[in-house]
């Protein structure tokens, strides 16, 4: 009983991953539950199926080979669905939906090729028996409060060391931009778009103003309030060229950026 | 029974030990693991320390940097040398390795990618989920599109799971550098059968120069080197299986070789080189061996035409990417083997010659030092493993040790020998760690003995140990960081330099690129210095030319320039302004440079101001990068 109850369990629990995953009511769960579907799922029943070859010993090496294939299979999975149909959310959701029927009929057959006599004197399996006697006798006396208390603290300290570089990724490394760009929209009508965008990491109140046929003639201004990371923009007249545009803060005359448009 | 067990591959008559009293008694777990992972992780706090202090130019930054790699990997290698770790404590080991070795990259760049050619597989990846589907066009790399395993298994963790290309493709470059690193422990155990010789060849293999940074960015390397390792680990099962399992191995082995062949080209190369020796190894030998060999061969055979058949049929544009590469080996070795000979060569390290001396001498004396170790255990296994047939795939692993010697002499005949023999690094320190480790663990297993039969303190051996192997260790990871990535003026993170990889990525060039892909034209001609145009290229879909650098190295529009912008049909100029306040950290300011390591200062300002002309139209600016529509002239031509 307890060598079928854990397998389809996780049968369960990657069905139960895949309604979810098409429900997608969570992004940190989506992200989840994509990855056991992607990286370990595929890989997983084909190592089920090797183990009755007893051809990878160890659980590590296992699961080695349970996200390496998990991988591989991802990629041929690219292949096949680009030559069949296309590569959107739809399809790997199918996707999935046919990995994880591929886990419970794969379980399924496993459990029954399982139920057979075994091959071995005394029903188990010596080396297997060996393996797994070292290995449970090996992890168990590695897990003590002690080292486990530790191996939380290398946790915290690496979380700790992700942590401080992103507070001083933030702090330091944003430069404070205002673009502007002045573009010729077709090449029939002598219309321009005027855009500036705002990415000073605050909302900014920013002066434009469009020069005409000299450079001191001001055609038109615009007082702008500007949120970070949106953008400002309209249509303006190129017909007197050359075009000049500037973007400043409220002294007009220190301009952020200029722009110009010479045909 | 003896004291302490020899290592692989030596027999047991060779050691004259004391015999051990308690013979019977289990060996108690070692303590040391949680101790030592504490102290790694405490070491990429360390780091991440000094970038933080860096990137706020407060001083001090780079000592503590070199405090924090020290205490990353020295912690380890105390403890695989003074301890006999368990199988398990090796595996949490071998996978902590990667894992905290990640953590140092992440620290180091946090929030976006900061490697040049990440963003061209950006570019595919946004290609795959914008247009659903695979094989599009790339400006900026084009062979990439061919090779998409790394976008296929980003693109549908970003489609499933909901997240950025940022976050789905740091997720599985994460995934694969651990694979990568434990691919190698169970290669190595599976050949050595001694987890001491297995985790601490994954330790020797961290300390390879790519290993913290190129080998863990965004790039296509990184997806296909764990298929690499996973197809030698089957083979290698392959020739140890009962004739039941060979098939199985067979089809796992090609399984994973047709992921590498379409993940990247120069790996599935090196695959079919890997495969090809220790298919060879294993049939010197006779009886099951030579059996083995037969389907070993086959699995060989068929590599071969699946890398064939992909790169030159379907992959056309893999030999025109990789034909200048080798092109550019074959001419600047013999013209740098012309150099040593007469002695008229500036520099025989493969830094360059604007390294920092304190580097160079690091790079010496790693790069010996590894070169010993490699050597010392390639001979002593071979030796060893010569009338033993059980030991051919030991023996191919060996032989193929011994290919460092051509990187080696790459690094030192080649100009660029460093760049190429780093990224080589990847794939030659597969058995090239395997060989050190195999080295290190014989010198102080002989060390030990040698001590213990001269009755010498036991506290002194161990602190001996101790230090032989923290030394081999921080010099060998030391020599890595040095030859490896970033380069010495980007090792640490902070403000903008110029023509300096990683430090020259910022906001400005990113928020242009991201403006360009928007408003230009896709596959539109841009130039401009070489980071910016890289960054206009990928992220700005735009098609950076690279004969382009004669356009800013004058004053004046002559004819002649405008020749230039027509026949690389350039439609567009893009401007950092920083080019003419800061010399090029790299030596270059564009691609094909011809004053590439000659500037000591930045450019003139009259060479850039010279496009603020009538006929050009300055369509972009953000006062510090300006994009130049120059269609007028191209065309005028």
């Known amino acids: ?263 | 029974v003896t004291a302490v067990e020899p290592p692989s591959g030596l027999t047991r008559a060779t050691f004259r030990v004391q015999p051990n009293k308690h013979r019977h008694a289990r060996p108690k777990p070692s303590t040391g693991l949680p101790w030592a992972l504490l102290a790694m992780s405490f070491g990429v706090l360390l780091v991440a320390f000094s970038f933080a202090l860096s990137r706020a130019s407060e001083p001090h930054a780079n000592l503590l940097f070199w405090t924090g790699q020290v205490v990353l990997y020295g912690s380890p290698a105390v403890f695989i040398l003074t301890r006999h770790p368990t199988k398990t404590e090796s595996i949490v080991l071998a996978i902590a390795i990667p894992v905290l070795s990640y953590g140092v990259n992440q620290s180091y760049s946090p929030i976006q990618f900061r490697f040049l050619d990440a963003f061209q597989h950006v570019q595919t990846a946004q290609a795959i989920l914008s247009q659903h589907h695979l094989f599009t066009t790339n400006t900026s790399l084009p062979v990439s599109p061919y090779f998409p395993g790394l976008e296929i298994v980003t693109s549908a963790l970003s489609q499933l799971g909901g997240v950025s290309i940022y976050t789905a493709g740091t997720i599985v470059v994460g995934m694969c550098h651990v694979l990568t690193s434990f691919g190698i422990f169970l290669l190595a155990y599976e050949i050595w059968r001694r987890p001491k010789i297995a985790v601490l060849a994954v330790l020797i293999y961290s300390t390879e120069p790519h290993y913290q940074f190129f080998d863990s960015y965004f790039i296509y390397e990184v997806i296909a080197m764990p298929f690499l390792i996973g197809c030698v680990l089957a083979l290698t099962k392959l020739a140890k299986a009962s004739s039941q399992s060979r098939l199985l191995w067979s089809a796992i082995a090609l399984f994973t070789a047709f992921a590498t062949t379409v993940s990247h080209h120069i790996t599935s190369f090196v695959l079919v080189g890997f495969l090809a020796t220790l298919t060879v190894a294993q049939g010197v030998g006779r009886g099951e061996n030579r059996r083995a060999a037969v389907w070993m061969g086959a699995v060989t055979l068929l590599t071969v035409s699946l890398v064939a058949g992909w790169d030159l049929g379907f992959a056309r544009g893999a030999l025109q990417y990789l034909a200048p590469v080798a092109d550019s080996v074959t001419r600047t070795s013999s013209s740098g083997a012309q150099q040593l000979a007469s002695g008229n060569r500036s520099h025989t390290s493969g830094l360059g010659p604007s390294a920092p001396k304190p580097d160079v001498l690091i790079d010496y004396f790693a790069t010996g030092l590894l070169l010993l170790l490699i050597t010392l255990g390639a001979l002593w296994g071979l030796r060893s493993t010569r009338s033993r047939q059980k030991n051919s795939l030991r023996r191919g692993c060996l032989a193929l040790s011994l290919s460092i010697y051509g990187l080696v002499l790459l690094r030192l005949a080649a100009s660029d020998g460093s760049e190429l023999a780093g990224r080589a690094y990847a794939f030659v320190m597969i058995p090239g760690a395997m060989s050190a480790a195999f080295a290190m663990e014989l010198i102080t297993h002989r060390a030990r003995i040698a001590w213990r039969n001269r009755r010498r303190s036991r506290s002194l051996e161990r602190i001996v140990a101790i230090s032989f192997g923290f030394v081999t260790i921080v010099a060998l990871a030391a020599g890595g960081i040095t030859i490896g990535w970033p380069e010495y003026y980007a090792r640490l993170p902070g403000p903008y330099l110029v023509g300096a990889w990683e430090r020259s990525i910022d906001s400005h060039n990113l928020l242009a690129a991201q403006w360009t892909s928007t408003n230009l034209p896709q596959g539109a001609g841009v130039a401009s210095d070489w980071v910016t145009g890289g960054l206009l290229g990928s992220l700005g879909h735009l098609s950076n030319d690279t004969d382009t650098a004669s356009l800013f190295l004058s004053p004046k529009i002559t004819p002649a320039l405008e020749h230039v912008i027509a026949q690389q049909q350039v439609r567009y100029i893009a401007v950092d302004k920083r080019i003419t306040e800061q010399i090029p950290q790299s030596g270059t300011f564009f691609k094909n440079d011809p004053l590439g390591g000659t500037y000591t200062s930045g450019l003139p300002y009259q060479f850039i101001n010279k496009f603020n002309t009538a006929g050009i139209s300055k369509i972009f600016s953000d006062g510090t990068i300006s994009i130049y529509d120059v269609t007028n002239i191209g065309t005028k031509k």
């Open chain 1, 1 to 263: 009983v307890n060598r079928t109850a854990a397998p389809r369990l996780l049968t369960f629990l990657v069905l139960f991953a895949v309604a979810i995953e098409i429900w997608s009511f969570n992004k940190a769960a989506d992200l989840g539950i994509a990855i056991v579907l992607l990286f370990v799922a595929p890989g997983w029943i084909f190592v089920r199926w090797t183990q009755h070859s007893a051809v990878m010993s160890s659980l590590s090496e296992k699961s080695y080979w349970a996200v390496l294939l998990s991988v591989g299979f991802v990629i041929v999975s690219g292949f096949i669905l680009n030559a069949l149909a296309s590569l959107t959310r739809t399809t790997w959701e199918l996707w999935s939906v046919i990995v994880a029927a591929c886990v419970v009929v794969g379980d399924l057959l496993i459990s029954t090729r399982r139920s057979q006599p075994h091959q071995f004197d005394g029903g188990l399996d010596p080396k297997r028996l060996e393996i797994t006697r070292t290995r449970s006798v090996d992890t168990s006396s590695f897990l003590s409060v002690r080292n486990v208390s530790l191996l939380i603290c290398s946790a915290i300290l690496l979380l700790s060391a992700l942590w401080l570089s992103e507070v001083s990724v933030s702090r330091n490394s944003r430069e404070r931009i205002v673009q502007l760009s002045l573009l010729k929209q077709s090449a029939i009508t002598p219309t321009c778009r005027l855009e500036v965008g705002n990415y000073t990491g605050s909302t900014k109140v920013l002066k434009a103003q469009l020069f005409g046929g000299t450079p001191n003639a001001l055609r038109q201004h615009w007082t702008l309030r500007i949120r970070d990371q949106a953008q400002w923009s309209t249509l303006v007249s190129c017909s007197d060229p050359p075009v000049l545009a500037t973007v400043s803060y409220l002294n007009v005359s220190k301009p952020i950026a200029t722009v110009t448009f010479s045909p």
